[in-house]
Structure formats: C-alpha cells, structure tokens
C-alpha cells in the first residue's frame, strides 16, 4: 500500500494525492482550484487480493456445492499480482454545482476515475510474470510460461449499473474474455459481465485523451474558465457577477503552451472541456518512390507538445515536442517535478495549488532556440562521427528546415522538466530506405521507427535511454493503434 500522502502525477499535469483508507484507496485532487480543475475532487477504491485464481472456472466442489459459492478468501491488498488483485470505485465526492457545471457524461467522469486509478496501480513494482498454476513446482521460475499481468474488475460499487460496464467495455478500458451475447434476458442479472478485466498491455495503448478532461467552470464560479497560466484565484465571488478572466499578454502570434490550457495547442487543450482523442481516419493510398503507401496525417505544429508523463525513477516529467525554427525558444508551460532549480514552496498546507504547475526556473523561458541546440549538439566529437551535420549555423538550419518539410518523418526534441536534451526524428518505415529491407506484410504500413540523439551530458545515462525510449514507443502506439512494431536501427559500430 503507498505511504499517506503518495501523489501521483497525470500526464495533462494535474497531480492527485493517494491515501489507504479501510480496505481500499481514497484519490483526491490537488489542483481542485487551478487549470479548471480534474473531475471530480475525489473518490475511493476498495481493492484486495484473492487467495488462488479469482477467475478459476473449474468446477463446485463439495463445500461450494453445499453453500452455493465460487468465491475466493480475500485479503489485504499490499502489492500487485499477476492476476488476483480486484478493484471497484465505492464512492465519488462530486464538486459544487455553484462553482462547476455537471459534466453532461457521467460514464466518461467515472471512466476517468477508473482510468487515473490504473494509472497508479500500473505504476506499482510489476508482479513476476511466470504463472504459478498447473506447473510443476520443481520447474526453475525462469522455465515457467508467462502470463499477463491484468487486475479484475468487479461488478460492486458505482459498477453496480446495468448498463455502464457495458459502456466501460465499449470504450476500451476495461474487457472480457466472455465474448458472448449470453443465454440470460434478464438485464439485471449480470452475466458476462461480472469477470472483467484490465490487462497492463491494453491500458498502456489507451490515449490519455480518451479520459482525462475538465469541467467548465459557472459564471459565478471564483475558479475562471479560460486562463492560460496556472494562477491562484482571487476571493469567491458569490454575487454571480462574472468575474474577468486573465488574459495571454504573450508576443503576438505566440499562442501560450500549456497542456491544460483551453486556449494553447497542447495534446490536452480543449475549449468546450472535452476528451482531446481523436481516431485515425480511414486510409487513403499515394505513391513515394514507386511505393505504395497510406497518406500520412500531418505532425504537430512546431513548437507543440505531443507527449508528456511524469518518470517516477527520475522524478521528473519527460516530455517530447515538435522542433521549431523560430529564434525564440518555445515556450514551456507543462508541469514541472519542482525538484532542484524550483520556486520554494511557500504555499500553505492543502492550498490545493499544485507546485509543480506554478513558475519556477525550469519553465522559464531561459533555453536557446532549436537552432542553437542543434548547433551545439552537433559539433560535439561523439554526435558529429555519426550524424555527419558538424559545421557552421546555416548547416544545422537548412538541416532542420529539411526535417520539417520532409513529409515521412517529423523532427522532435525531448525535454526533461522543460529543458531540451536531445534530437528525435520519427519517422514511418513503409516509404523510409529501411522499408526496403523489412519483410512486406500489410501491418507494416503502420510500422513507426526513430532517430535519436542525446546532445545533454546531464541526461546521458543507461537508465534515461530505457526511459526516453520506451516513451518514445509508447507514443507511436498512442499516435496509431494499428501500429505493430516501432524500429530502431542503429550503425554497426555503435557500440551503446
């Protein structure tokens, strides 16, 4: 179980404090009065541990038979196993209807609480994947087949309705290996609908944007709906005058960059306080090179964030974005992990102002702009013997002038707590020289793979390169499900 007070940190910034309660869980938002707050400011889980295989199909016997049940002891949820944790949402604390408009979606407001709850029970220390059932005891651990590491979800609690795991299951969150319409007519009998699941795999393929949204706030509400900085609201207003919101005293064309922003082109913003998913649209055939191959939708925006998550191991936010040719550095208004270089925490206790979105010296606008960088970052000996991009200014700029017109692939630069360390370029494998070596199949239309380079020595390191490159894959998963495999190829005599 997490300490009292663990936080847990959401991709779009917000940030939520974890507590044990009796026999569960109690999440409660921190930034209830900032960015147009997360929905809702709280709720609770119960969730324990089966003794055995909770969904052990095999039949009754003589006891069970006698007392007409299947149902397994449970205990005290401490850490994760592979398949015997079950969760449900018990209760929601709901936010006032003077300050906040009722979201016009409950299924999508309870789906958001299920969704941040996964993400903190994902990041828990993963559970050995060898199965334990029906396996020979003496078989060495590492001998044993692997299963999958998925968490039940059980048909108590909010999950009592008729029709929302239904809801649920057609929004993708959670699924069933009952894949029948069932023999019963009864609505309420719950059949086929009382064995769900949530698999590690399937929840790290879900877009954050799916769930993660904000409420509008009334016109009387002392929390103002269109401010592009996170900022401290003034005293309530209860005399339903509407109060003014701040407005974007930026440069002008500059449109501000924060991920929460209704306002700014960050992969959360959202005016009418919607989910920011979209699906793919249907493929549509061109032709590059004599190869055949779907029409690839445009990048983001230079100078937009694309992905950001918080990296526990590093206690920082990692975040990548489209690399830009303005002489101006972009603009970083994403969270921040507070951590060295940060504003002091001078906020009092359960201000319910979230520190890692308020100014600090890691989101000021202090970095030189993606040419400088780039300038920097190539000349060094080691980057220069591989890129081959070594010289003056104008080489790195007509370098990224080609990358950001090259319609097969998009330059990126990742950012640890808002400050720049390395050079991406992702890029589809199809139309790319690399795809003439891979074997044709149709899923390979969809096959992503990347460039990198990490110009920082700071952030050099084994543990960082796992981390920034599995982020790196888990975006070209979100950006396309039917994206297969992510490739990366490096020369022969890279010897890292």
Not at 49 to 71: M, V, W
Not at 277 to 305: D, M
Not at 315 to 326: E, G, H, I, N
């Amino acid at each position: 179980m997490p300490p009292t007070g663990t936080t847990l940190h959401l991709p779009n910034g917000q940030t939520t404090t974890v507590s044990p309660i009796f026999g569960g869980l109690a999440f409660k938002a921190n930034d209830l009065n900032i960015h147009q707050s997360i929905f809702p400011p709280g709720w609770s889980i119960i969730i324990n541990t089966s003794d055995g295989d909770a969904n052990d199909d095999s039949p009754l016997d003589e006891r069970e038979q006698l007392f007409g049940s299947k149902k397994k002891p449970t205990h005290r949820f401490t850490r994760p196993t592979l398949y015997n944790d079950n969760l449900y949402i018990s209760t929601i604390s709901n936010p006032s209807n003077t300050d906040f408009k009722p979201a016009t979606s409950p299924t999508r407001q309870i789906a958001m609480m299920l969704w941040a709850t996964l993400w903190w029970y994902f990041h828990q220390p993963a559970p050995s994947p060898h199965l334990t059932k029906d396996v020979n005891l003496k078989t060495p651990e590492e001998g044993r087949p692997k299963g999958q590491w998925k968490i039940n979800i059980k048909r108590e609690g909010i999950f009592k309705g008729k029709k929302l795991l239904p809801k649920l299951e057609r929004m993708g969150i959670i699924a069933s290996e009952e894949s029948c319409v069932g023999a019963t007519w009864n609505e309420k009998s719950g059949e086929g609908w009382t064995k769900m699941f949530v698999s590690q795999c399937s929840f790290w393929q879900l877009d954050a944007r799916i769930f993660l949204f904000t409420l509008p706030p009334t016109h009387s509400s002392p929390f103002p709906g269109a401010s592009p900085h996170p900022s401290r609201p003034g005293s309530p207003n209860r005399e339903a005058t509407p109060l003014p919101s701040p407005k974007y005293d930026g440069p002008q064309g500059e449109a501000p960059q924060g991920l929460w922003s209704p306002h700014s082109p960050g992969p959360f913003a959202s005016g009418s306080h919607l989910p920011t998913f979209y699906p793919p649209a249907p493929p549509q055939y061109v032709f590059t090179n004599s190869i055949r191959h779907p029409l690839r939708p445009k990048p983001p925006a230079q100078g937009v964030t694309l992905y950001t998550r918080y990296i526990p191991s590093c206690s920082q936010y990692l975040s990548f974005r489209t690399a830009s040719l303005s002489p101006k550095a972009p603009v970083y208004r994403g969270p921040t992990s507070g951590g060295s270089g940060a504003t002091p925490n001078f906020l009092p206790p359960h201000s319910g102002v979230s520190q890692a979105t308020l100014p600090s010296m890691t989101n000021l606008n202090i970095h030189p702009c993606d040419t400088d960088l780039l300038h920097d970052w190539m000349n060094q000996p080691r980057v220069a013997s591989f890129w081959g991009c070594q010289g003056p200014i104008e080489v790195q700029e007509k370098f990224l002038t080609d990358a950001l017109n090259d319609k097969h692939s998009f330059p990126v630069i990742g950012c640890w707590d808002g400050k720049p360390f390395g050079y991406f370029e992702i890029y589809w494998v199809k139309e790319d020289k690399l795809g003439r070596y891979v074997t044709g199949r149709e899923s390979s239309h969809y096959d992503r793979g990347f460039h990198a380079l990490v110009g920082e020595q700071e952030f050099r390191g084994a543990h960082r390169v796992k981390v920034w490159m599995s982020a790196l894959v888990h975006h070209c998963w979100l950006a396309d499900l039917r994206t297969q495999r992510v490739l990366c190829e490096p020369r022969v005599d890279n010897k890292k």
